[in-house]
C-alpha cells in the first residue's frame, strides 16, 4: 500500500519557504486535493518518490521526457559538457548547430532564437508579431495557456484556470486591454474580433492541439480559417508549439496538420528537460529581433550549454529515429483503446480525446472541443480518478485541465497495468 509520510514532511516544510510548498501551482494538487508527491529519481517511464514508490509516469515533466526519464545518451552528453564549464555568456558552436537542426526539421523557420522557458518564447514571439506589423492587439483563444507573462493570463488555461482565477491580480488594465480572446474551434468568433479591431491586430496565438484544457484537437476548418483570416488581413499566425513542437512529428503540429504558422514557439522537449524555450520563423520575421533589427530580446543563459547539448542530444535522436512517432503513436491507440474499453464498462460518462502521444481522460457526457465543454469534466470525478490510479501506481496530471504525455521508453506491459489499473480504479468509484 503506497504510503507518502515523506512526501508529507518535505510538502509542510516546504511551505514555509516556497509559495505553496512548490514551484509551479499546478504541481500543489490544489485541483485534486490530497499531498503532492516528491519525487527523488526516474529512468525511463517510472519515477520514484522519496518514500520509494514507483510509479508509471504520464507527465514526462510536462513533455520533455518523449524518450523517457535519465535517457542514457542526454546523460552520458551533459556530463561530459558539465566538464567545460556550465555558462560562458558568449555565443558556441553548439547554439549553430541545434539552430541549424530546428530549422532542417521544422518547416517556415529560417531562423530560431534561444529562451529560457516557453513563457519567455511566447511573450517575445508577441513582441515579434508587433514589432513587425506595427500593430498592439493580439488574439488567443479561452483555455490555451501561453505562459505567465501578463497579456497571456486573460482567461488562461492550465494552472489558471484550475486555479479559478482566469485574470490574475497584477495584470493591468492596460495590458488586458490589447489581449482580445475567442472560443477555441469558433471561426466565427474570429472573424467578429477581426471585423471589430480592423488593422489592430498583430497576431493570433492558438495552441494547434490544445494541451492546456486537456488534450483538445483544433477542428481543421477552423484552423485553416485562421490561416487564410491571418494572410488576408496581414496578422501574423503564431503556432505555440511548446507541447506539440518535435513531439507530433520532426516537424512538429505544422508537419503533423499541414498548416503553415508565420513563428512558432518551442519548449520542453527542444531542452530535452533543461530550462530552454524557442521562438523561430520566417527570415524577413526573425530579422527584426536584436541586434540585427530593433525588437529587443535577450537572456543570460539563453542558449546555455547544458541545455543545448540535453537538448541537441534529443533532437538529433529524434530526427535521426522518425519511426519513434510512429512507435509512440501505436503506444497511445493501444492505451486509448484500452481505456475506451474499460471505461465503456464502468457506468460514468466520459470521452477521451487523443492525437499523436496526447491523451485525456474527460469525465463528462459531452464532446470536448473547447475551453467551456471541458469545463463540465472539471467535476469531483476526475480527483477520485486521479488518487486511485496514483495509489495503483499511476502518475496522471494533477488537473483535468491537463495533457497526458506518452513517452517512447513506455512498454506495452506498462501500458496493460495501467489500463487494469483503470478498471480498479473505476470500480472504487462506483
Ligand atoms: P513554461 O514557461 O512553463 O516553460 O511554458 C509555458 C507554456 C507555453 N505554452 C504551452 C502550450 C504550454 O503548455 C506551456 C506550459 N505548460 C504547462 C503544462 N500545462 C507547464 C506546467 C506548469 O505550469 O508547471
Known amino acids: 500500500m503506497y504510503q507518502y509520510k515523506r ?14 510548498g512548490v514551484n509551479s501551482p499546478v504541481r500543489a494538487f ?28 504520464y507527465i514526462g515533466s510536462w ?100 486555479f479559478g482565477e482566469p485574470n490574475s491580480p497584477g495584470v493591468t488594465a492596460g495590458t488586458a486591454k490589447d489581449t482580445l480572446t475567442a472560443e477555441y474551434n469558433d471561426l466565427d468568433g474570429v472573424k467578429r474580433l477581426i471585423e471589430d479591431n480592423p488593422n489592430e491586430i498583430a497576431a493570433i496565438i492558438i495552441e494547434p492541439v490544445a494541451g492546456n484544457m486537456g488534450c483538445v484537437l483544433p477542428n481543421m476548418d477552423f484552423l485553416k480559417g485562421i490561416r487564410q483570416l491571418c494572410t488576408d488581413h496581414g496578422i501574423l499566425l503564431i503556432f505555440d508549439e511548446v507541447m506539440t513542437g518535435f513531439r507530433l512529428a520532426p516537424g512538429g503540429a505544422q508537419e503533423f496538420l499541414g498548416i503553415d504558422a508565420d513563428l512558432v514557439t518551442y519548449g520542453k522537449v527542444i531542452g530535452g528537460g533543461m530550462p530552454v524555450g524557442a521562438y523561430g520563423g520566417r527570415r524577413e520575421i526573425m530579422e527584426i ?25 534529443l533532437l538529433r535522436e529524434l ?26 464498462e464502468s457506468g460514468f460518462s466520459y470521452r477521451i480525446n487523443s492525437i499523436g502521444s496526447m491523451i485525456s481522460i474527460f469525465f463528462t457526457d459531452v464532446d ?53 489499473a483503470c478498471r480498479e480504479s473505476l470500480d472504487a468509484m462506483k
Do not use: W
Open 7 to 20: 512526501s508529507s514532511e518535505l510538502f509542510d516544510a516546504s511551505k514555509k519557504y516556497i509559495p505553496g
Open 63 to 162: 513533455g520533455p521526457m518523449i524518450l523517457g526519464h535519465a535517457h542514457r545518451p542526454i546523460i552520458d552528453a551533459i556530463k561530459i559538457a558539465v566538464d567545460h564549464s556550465t555558462s560562458f555568456g558568449a555565443p558556441t558552436e553548439l547554439e549553430y548547430k541545434i539552430a541549424e537542426l530546428i530549422s532542417s526539421m521544422a518547416p517556415n523557420v529560417d531562423m530560431v532564437r534561444m529562451v529560457n522557458s516557453g513563457t519567455e518564447a511566447c511573450m517575445s514571439a508577441i513582441r515579434v508579431a508587433r514589432g513587425y506589423t506595427k500593430r498592439d492587439k493580439f488574439i488567443k483563444f479561452v483555455g490555451c495557456y501561453h505562459g505567465h507573462s501578463d497579456s497571456f493570463l486573460i482567461k488562461a488555461g492550465s494552472g489558471a484556470s484550475t
Open 289 to 313: 529581433v536584436s541586434p540585427v533589427g530593433p525588437v529587443y530580446q535577450a537572456g543570460t543563459l539563453s542558449g546555455n550549454p547544458i541545455a543545448m547539448t540535453a537538448g541537441y542530444t
Open 30 to 57: 490544489n485541483s485534486v486535493g490530497g499531498t503532492p508527491v516528491f519525487f527523488e529519481k526516474a529512468s525511463g517511464s517510472v519515477m520514484t518518490d522519496v518514500d520509494g514508490n514507483d510509479y508509471i509516469d
Open 319 to 344: 530526427n535521426d529515429n522518425p519511426n519513434i512517432y510512429q512507435e509512440l503513436s501505436k503506444k497511445t491507440v493501444y492505451l486509448k483503446e484500452g481505456l475506451e474499453k474499460v471505461l465503456s
Open 368 to 420: 470536448v472541443v473547447d475551453f467551456n465543454s471541458a469545463a463540465t469534466a472539471n467535476n469531483d470525478k476526475f480527483p477520485q480518478f486521479f488518487h486511485e490510479m496514483l495509489k495503483r501506481g499511476i502518475y496522471l496530471p494533477p488537473s483535468s485541465f491537463e495533457s497526458y504525455f506518452l513517452s517512447n521508453s513506455l512498454t506495452y506491459e506498462q501500458l496493460d497495468k495501467t489500463i487494469n
